[in-house]
Nanobody, 119 residues
Framework: QVQAVESGGGLVQAGGSLRLSCAAS????????MGWFRQAPGKERAFVGR????????YYIDSVKGRFTISRDNAKNTGYLQMNSLKPEDTAAYYC????????????WGQGTQVTVSS
């Protein structure tokens, strides 16, 4: 069964940058898209953005547009979330998820990684 393995994250000052990675364990896995989500303390998990795997088309929520960039490397079956101009309100646990073509649901989730932005 394919798994999603995240890396990156950490502590950064406001205005700084971080890059998260999300690798599918099976390189033959061809998802429909990959999404990034985040969960701040005391809040529900929220959608951040996604990338369509074949076309590279992206979509972001308004609060991260112009600051976050989602990309992917098809050869490595790895997706990325580049986060620039980070703000304290971006502090959260970040999760990647692949949406399978068969189910059209986000059913392969990463383990999550903490991003903390200090003011």
């Amino acid at each position: 069964q394919v798994q999603a393995v995240e890396s990156g994250g950490g502590l950064v000052q406001a205005g700084g940058s971080l890059r998260l990675s999300c690798a599918a364990s099976d390189r033959t896995f061809n998802p429909y898209d990959m999404g990034w989500f985040r969960q701040a303390p005391g809040k529900e998990r929220a959608f951040v953005g996604r990338i369509t795997w074949n076309t590279g088309d992206t979509y972001y929520i308004d609060s991260v547009k112009g600051r976050f960039t989602i990309s992917r490397d098809n050869a490595k079956n790895t997706g990325y979330l580049q986060m620039n101009s980070l703000k304290p309100e971006d502090t959260a646990a970040y999760y990647c998820a692949f949406r399978s073509r068969a189910t059209r649901q986000y059913d392969v989730w990463g383990q999550g990684t903490q991003v903390t932005v200090s003011s």
